[in-house]
């Protein structure tokens, strides 16, 4: 993730990475980033900072937050926000609230100490992302109804993924994704680069059962990706792949009963369509018919309502809260 050559990332970016200092013990990390393609996409001068850690010391944090913000300030930047990792198309956001339960795949965690330290160094909540949590059970009848009635009005078919046409596919979720996100808060398109690099991240761990296509006479109108929830096999290998991890990881990946739905995009034009209910009421059944009927769908912007109230009405719930935070850049 960090490597220059091999991240096209940093085609339109630079990071900068802080370590702090106690004496000779490590005792905070951050990273300072300079994205290029946000400013161009928002017409902003907001710089980021990710991939921070700190004991629960705020003179420690509050150095590695200065520092960051004068790396970014020196280059133009008028606010630093974070946390994300490297941006919002990566894991971003710090837990505030949902400590109760561990986090699933490829979601952040931190300890709650966190909040104090943003609040003690002067940051402002910017935005809350929101995870939400669904129970194994039936769909409400109304939604079934609803569902039904979408696909044979619109004429809406789903198929799951090719992965012989893997590259195609790819190519049509980037199309849809990039469409789907352009008006969310802080969303920058992916290059096409970018977006292949992420897929051949993903590639390994993807079950093609649970990427779904909606097309409408051919076209293809939105999409939703789910993938089983590798936490709870990884956490048994304790940090360690060998000797004894890639086993455990093995034994206990057969008893993931959990998924997370990592997204759900649906074309401009059909926003509010009845799609995003069939997608959801799909993959539902996917994940189900394949021992993991309970899950999390995360993360959603809290100023999201087309896309919250679906998951509300299948009687999902939040569960857990993420806070991206801002903080004035002072000129210098």
Not at 10 to 31: K, P
Not at 75 to 84: E, F, S, T
Not at 205 to 212: N, Q
Not at 223 to 238: T, Y
Request: glycine share 10%; with cysteine.
């Amino acid at each position: 993730m960090f490597d220059r050559a091999k991240n096209p990332f940093f085609e339109h970016a630079e990071v900068e990475c802080f370590l702090a200092f106690a004496g000779d013990r490590v005792v905070g990390r951050i990273a300072a980033i300079d994205n290029r393609a946000h400013n161009e996409f928002h017409d902003d001068r907001v710089g980021f900072f990710g991939f921070f850690e700190c004991e629960d010391d705020p003179a420690a944090a509050g150095a590695l937050f200065d520092t960051a913000a004068r790396w970014l300030g020196a280059r133009g930047k008028d606010v630093l926000r974070g946390p994300m990792n490297f941006s919002t198309n990566d894991d971003c956001g710090s837990l505030v609230d949902g400590f109760d339960t561990p986090p699933s795949i490829m979601m952040p965690h931190n300890p709650p100490y966190h909040a104090r330290l943003y609040a003690a160094a002067g940051f402002a909540k910017a935005q809350d992302l929101l995870a939400y949590w669904y129970d194994p059970g039936d769909l409400p009848e109304r939604l079934v109804r609803g569902v039904d009635l979408v696909r044979k009005r619109k004429g809406v078919t789903i198929r799951g993924m090719d992965m012989k046409n893997f590259e195609s596919d790819v190519g049509l979720i980037r199309g849809i994704y990039n469409d789907a996100w352009e008006r969310n808060w802080g969303f920058v398109p992916m290059t096409g680069r970018e977006f292949d690099h992420m897929a051949e991240q993903l590639k390994p761990v993807v079950d093609p059962d649970l990427v779904v296509f909606a097309q409408v006479k051919g076209e293809t109108v939105g999409f939703g990706l789910a993938l089983p929830d590798f936490n709870m096999a990884l956490k048994h290998a304790h940090g360690e792949l060998f000797p004894f991890g890639f086993l455990a990881i093995l034994w206990h990946k057969r008893r993931i009963d959990r998924a997370r739905v990592l997204t759900l995009g649906i074309r401009a034009g059909w926003r509010a369509s009845g799609v995003d209910a069939v997608l959801v009421s799909e993959l539902h059944g996917r994940c189900t018919a394949k021992g993991m009927p309970r899950g999390e769908f995360s993360w959603i912007l809290e100023s999201n309502l087309a896309m919250r109230r679906p998951l509300e009405n299948i009687g999902a719930r939040v569960s857990k809260t993420y806070r991206v935070y801002d903080r004035a850049i002072q000129a210098t």
